[in-house]
């Protein structure tokens, strides 16, 4: 199996159980479940989470030094991501509230750790 398709299966496999995770704790506390753009919020980080990872597997022998830099160029492209698609949103009542806040930052989270996982795997080699 190729490294790639490997990152790639991790990186789902880990948002869609933070995502079943997610819902329980949404449902326990008798939240609703699918507001604030949670799909959205994990769909999106998975598939920016998947565009850096094979950034950072595809980067010439050239740049290999630079793979710092593009993991957070990656970050950067997540926070306009946020900024695009849930921030004025999450402000239509003037304020984020904590429910709003975690709709994102959970997916971006274990998105991340997987991303960092890809990038510490390839600078050890």
């Not at 949404?26 to 999106?44: R, S």
Request: with cysteine; glycine share 6%; net charge positive.
């Amino acid at each position: 199996m190729s490294d790639l398709f490997k990152y790639i299966v991790q990186i789902i496999l880990v948002c869609l159980v933070t995502l079943g995770v997610h819902i329980m704790v949404l449902a326990f506390m008798d939240k609703p479940l699918f507001d604030n753009q949670i799909i959205t919020a994990y769909a999106g980080n998975v598939a920016l989470a998947v565009l850096i990872v094979m950034g950072l597997l595809k980067v010439p022998e050239t740049l290999q030094n630079s793979r710092g830099f593009l993991f957070l160029l990656g970050s950067f492209l997540k926070f306009g991501f946020f900024f695009l698609a849930f921030y004025s949103n999450f402000k239509v009542d003037g304020a984020i509230q904590r429910i709003e806040f975690f709709a994102f930052f959970i997916p971006y989270a274990a998105a991340l750790v997987m991303e960092t996982k890809c990038l510490i795997d390839r600078l050890s080699k």
